[in-house]
């Protein structure tokens, strides 16, 4: 694995208990959590757990959330990152998920889509798959904008047992564009 991926503005690392304080304050904002099943964290403990559960996907499958932080300052923007899933409620086979979560401060600017790229791209010169998967809260456009701008298109063959969503895969292969 990485020790960390660079962007043009952003530098992507493993979670670590180093930002706590800015994730904290992300994951207890009920805006952040508002497409999410409106459920967010009351309890820095809460945190420790969400980072165990991303060190065990780290050792079991060699990806996993990251954290986001600006290029510049080192100032926390939030996450971004493939998940590996082995769960039947989630899909009938094994998959990898990509997802992202940001401060209300970096919405709008363009970060989901800017490190997704850079997980496609990992994806496809590290994990070697042809496909990932992404879900967004049927209401959340702006997430939506985001898929559709990296090129993916709805599925069913996944579903997310988590929240309310609609389910995007996208194909991969050598050729993939990331524009």
Sequence with gaps: ???????????????????????????????????????????????YEVI???????????????????????????????KYYDDPDYAPFPIYDLGYRFTRECWGQGYATETSRAWIKYAIDHLKVDCLYATAHPQNQASINVLTKLGFLPTKEIKNPECESNCYQLQLNKSTSLQ
């Design 1 to 47: 694995m990485l020790s960390e991926i660079v962007t043009d503005r952003c530098i992507l690392k493993p979670f670590s208990t180093e930002q706590i304080d800015g994730l904290f304050k992300m994951e207890s904002d009920p805006e952040v959590h508002r497409y999410l099943g409106n459920k967010p964290i009351t309890q820095m403990e809460q945190l």
């Design 52 to 82: 165990n559960f991303v060190h065990k996907q780290y050792k079991e499958h060699g990806i996993g959330r990251w954290f986001v932080l600006d290029k510049a300052s080192h100032e926390f923007l939030g996450w971004s990152g493939l």
